[in-house]
């Protein structure tokens, strides 16, 4: 992930990330993957972030975020069924963006080990 959008990540949601450091002035925490899945993953910790907020939950822990066998594979603690609902579906989305771009893949590369357009497919 880029410096500018980890901190873009990180910044908004410190709460699920509760050891991120400052790196070269910029919040950093360590995505393990490029910013094709930026989007997915910008909704996907608002989502749960806010959610910790007003609901009756424990508080959510991002433990590892990574590329797993061509999917997005988020790690984490705490939480309850709405956030395991909410990073279930952006690790389901995400074998249909590539992970370079986020262009839409079509189904055909999804038996490829990483997901990726026509443009990165060679990466
Ligand atoms: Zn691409």
């Known amino acids: 992930m880029s410096p500018e959008r980890e901190e873009m990540l990180c ?3 410190l709460s699920l990330f509760p050891n991120a450091t400052i790196v070269d ?3 950093f925490w360590g995505f393990q993957c ?3 899945w930026y989007d997915l993953l910008n909704n996907a910790l608002s989502l749960a972030s806010a ?3 007003i609901a009756d939950c424990e508080q959510v ?3 590892e975020v990574k590329e797993k066998f061509g999917g997005l594979r988020i790690h984490y603690q ?3 069924d709405y956030v395991k609902g909410v990073f279930n579906f952006a690790e389901t989305m995400s074998v249909n963006i590539c992970a370079i771009c986020g262009t839409r893949v079509g189904n055909r590369r999804m038996h490829y080990h990483h997901p990726r357009c026509d443009a990165h497919y060679e990466e």
């Open 61 to 63: 822990t991002v433990l």
């Open 51 to 53: 959610w910790c907020d």
């Open 25 to 27: 002035g910029r919040f």
């Open 34 to 36: 490029q910013d094709g």
């Open 78 to 80: 705490g939480g309850d």
């Open 11 to 13: 910044k908004p949601n």
